[in-house]
């Protein structure tokens, strides 16, 4: 890809903030963190938009509890047309995390990440939002 070079005037405040921006994140550069910042923006307006998107359901629950179990299973099946693919990994003997690659409309991928927050007893769940093509 073609790099173009442009001008940026910033006031000093602000200019500061980038720079600790881009220590703090370990950007190689002012134009990498700018760069990271809008393609960040382009993500989050897609999601905005309900545009197709892609992430992922990060969910930690208690596998003993076996209804749960039964559930966050049902879940997954009824939404598999969204589901890229699983994976579960056991953290001790009680709980499991669960990382679902997710594709498709962002309110689609909204409401599956809200039946697993609507579920009794489930500890943490999270939405990962990222994109397909940016
Ligand atoms: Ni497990």
Redesign the pocket.
């Known amino acids: 890809m073609t790099l173009k070079r442009f001008g940026v005037s910033l006031e000093q405040d602000l200019l500061s903030d980038l720079d600790r921006l881009v220590e703090r994140e370990r950007f190689p550069s002012r134009s990498g963190a700018i760069a990271y910042l809008v393609r960040k923006n382009m993500v989050e307006a897609k999601w905005e938009n309900d545009e197709e998107v892609a992430g992922a359901v990060v969910i930690v629950y208690d596998?003993t509890n076996l209804e749960m179990h039964k559930e966050v299973n049902a879940i997954q099946h009824n939404y598999h047309c969204l589901i890229l693919s699983g994976q579960?990994?056991?953290l001790d003997d009680h709980n499991?995390l669960e990382v679902i690659a997710v594709r498709g409309k962002a309110y689609k991928l909204r409401k599956l990440s809200s039946k697993f927050k609507a579920l009794r007893g489930i500890k943490h769940v999270d939405l990962v939002t990222s994109a397909t093509n940016i």
């Open positions: 596998h579960h990994i056991h499991c």
